[in-house]
């Protein structure tokens, strides 16, 4: 019997949870015994491991968040026209993974969808160790992992941004390619037959990628050249969420000038030291102020980080910036926003196109993590206020 | 400073890494024996009790584990934390929450009319009928299965296992304190995720079948 718990008195949660626990859960101890020695001849039969495993996913995934918080993203759709065959590999899956495992440099074409839509896509060049360019439609970004440094460019504005990320357990920290190096290196591969793409010959490998508390894809899908063992293209696929990499160039050339942090001549340079800690809904409340100048006192259609640098040339600033400080907070509220939009899943935003003003309308709302049945709200004169979960409107969900 | 485990002179995740990753026959049975029994009970409650796969799902979990357990790194987790990753992605492809049996369990708990509302409250003991009925069973772990992977782990742990803060610290390489903390915002998150799944019947497959 659980003792009883004083934080625990609004609802029965062990009451609850010990529901589900009804039936037989006992172990079969006479086929456990079995196991012991099925499972001890098994670890005494597996190979010795080359590194120690790290998620290369949820690592992109995190610099993908923040990325998205630092530099906003540009949508350019392509798809790729792909023909599915069955035939077997003419190459050895220790071929393709020498050809990753000695990676230095790379280019390659990013598409990230989420929930079956395109998301965004990027060009993308890598250079070892943790060198990476991004250039997307007037947005280009370069990151530094190995110093946790970013920096922005903005071509038509002829504007830059230096950002250290803080207080985020240092996802820059984190050289996502080589944790690929690593994962291929690892995790063992299914040969998954020959398919063509763009008339090309290319036989693939799938990986199943191990679980991680975090979720996010399940699969690493490597396609190479069926003649040369070259990867042209990876595919990470999730439930919701699928990135791929194609027209991978294993060892192009890439200047050091493409992945210097160092903006261009003649343009204007800001540096911030972008925190990620304790964003709250203040800021997002800041974010929708400024956003709804864009579209004339009306709340933005959508809260997609990457419609905000396009938005972001109509925003009224002057209105409500009048000196640096205030821009540098301004610019910490946005980035947090952005951190709190990307990080978190269980936001709504009823308030889409809605004119803003209104006291008693709530325009976005969050489950309130301090007080259960409670949500925290932003109403359309961009206060914030903690209300019953029961009081937002029906069709606000 | 180290979490340190009760598995014998591997008592700490990063000594017990180091054992596995030499080979160390007996690193692997002190896990073993640690922790098998647990996972029984864990991929039972996921499965539901007395489906006829638990057992099956157990093996594949364990070869699974053996077979990987020399790359284990306890920067990704604890041993058990690291175990129960495991157990959550065989358990995804045997005993997912089919969509209609949650609709049927969401329709069960509509028709209780309020039944459960003084109990929901705190102002009530539960009514024995519905706690011994299968469909809240049914909304309990689909509830749990929405919900990251280590809250999960501490709501068992606390309210099924009955593992104290300290033991629970233990099981995922935390202090205490911060057990205690991340206990808290579970238990906030599993109110919010059952108040939203057996309120409004709104679940997408995704949330039922992870």
């Given amino acids: 019997m659980t003792s009883p718990d004083p934080s625990d008195n609004h609802t029965p949660l062990a009451d609850l949870l010990q529901a589900s626990d009804r039936g037989h859960t006992e172990p079969d101890r006479d086929r456990l015994a079995e196991l012991r020695r099925q499972t001890l001849a098994a670890f005494q039969a597996s190979p010795a491991p080359t590194q120690p495993r790290r998620n290369p996913i949820m690592s992109f995934l995190r610099n993908h968040r923040a990325l998205a918080s630092a530099a906003g993203l540009i949508l350019v759709a392509s798809v790729a026209l792909v023909v599915f065959h069955t035939n077997s590999a003419s190459v050895a899956w220790a071929d393709v993974r020498q050809s990753i495992q000695g990676m230095r440099t790379a280019t390659f074409t990013l598409q990230v969808r989420h929930g079956g839509h395109m998301d965004y896509t990027a060009k993308v060049y890598y250079k070892a160790p943790g060198l990476m360019r991004m250039e997307r439609e007037g947005v280009t970004t370069v990151f530094d992992w190995t110093q946790g440094k970013v920096l922005g460019m903005m071509h038509e504005e002829r504007f830059a941004f230096i950002s250290v990320v803080a207080d985020t357990g240092n996802p820059f920290h984190k050289d996502w390619l080589s944790e690929l190096q690593q994962t291929v290196a690892d995790e063992e591969a299914q040969a998954m037959g020959t398919r063509r793409i763009d008339g090309r010959e290319l036989a693939g490998w799938r990986i199943q990628l191990p679980p991680d508390e975090s979720g996010g894809m399940d699969t690493l899908t490597v396609w190479a050249d069926a003649h040369t063992g070259q990867m042209v293209q990876a595919e990470f696929a999730g439930p919701t969420e699928s990135m791929t990499f194609s027209d991978f160039r294993i060892g192009a050339e890439i200047d050091d000038e493409k992945v210097s942090l160092t903006p261009p001549e003649g343009y204007t340079v800001q540096e911030t030291k972008f925190s990620a800690a304790e964003p709250s809904l203040n800021d997002v409340a800041r974010l929708l102020r400024f956003w709804s100048t864009a579209y004339g006192g009306k709340f933005p259609p959508s809260l997609a980080s990457h419609k905000f640098p396009i938005d972001a040339r109509k925003i009224d600033w002057q209105s409500q910036i009048s000196s640096e400080e205030q821009a540098q907070a301004a610019r910490m509220a946005i980035s947090r926003s952005f951190w709190l939009l990307n990080s978190r899943g269980d936001w709504r935003y009823p308030g889409a196109g809605k004119a803003t003003g209104s006291a008693d309308q709530v325009v976005f709302w969050m489950p309130d993590d301090e007080g259960p049945g409670r949500v925290q709200a932003i109403f359309g004169d961009f206060s914030v206020r903690a209300i019953p979960e029961s009081d937002l409107p029906a069709q606000q969900d | ?210």
């Fill in chain 2, 1 to 210: 400073m180290a979490t340190r485990m009760n598995t014998g002179p591997y008592d700490t995740p990063d000594a017990l890494a180091a054992a596995l990753r030499d080979g160390d026959a007996d690193a692997w049975l002190a896990l073993y024996d640690r922790y098998a029994q647990r996972l029984w009970r864990e991929v039972a409650r996921r499965l539901g009790p007395g489906h006829p796969d638990v057992g099956d799902v157990v093996q594949e979990v364990l070869l699974a584990a053996a077979r990987s357990a020399k790359g284990y790194d306890p920067k990704r987790g604890s041993p058990w934390a690291w175990l129960v990753g495991i157990a959550k992605h065989y358990v995804a492809g045997r005993g997912r929450t089919r969509q209609r049996e949650l609709r049927l369990a969401w329709e069960w708990w509509q028709r209780l009319d309020g039944r459960t509302r003084l109990w929901m409250s705190g102002q009530q003991e539960a009514p024995p009928d519905v706690l011994e009925s299968s469909e809240l069973a049914v909304l309990v772990r689909a509830t749990l299965d929405t919900l990251p992977l280590e809250q999960q782990l501490l709501l068992t742990g606390r309210y099924l296992d009955d593992r104290s803060a300290k033991d629970l610290a233990e099981d995922l390489g935390q202090s205490p304190g911060t057990v205690r903390v991340q206990l808290h915002r579970a238990r906030n998150a599993f109110r919010r995720s059952f108040d939203r799944l057996a309120g409004s019947g709104q679940t997408t497959e995704s949330e039922a079948a992870r």
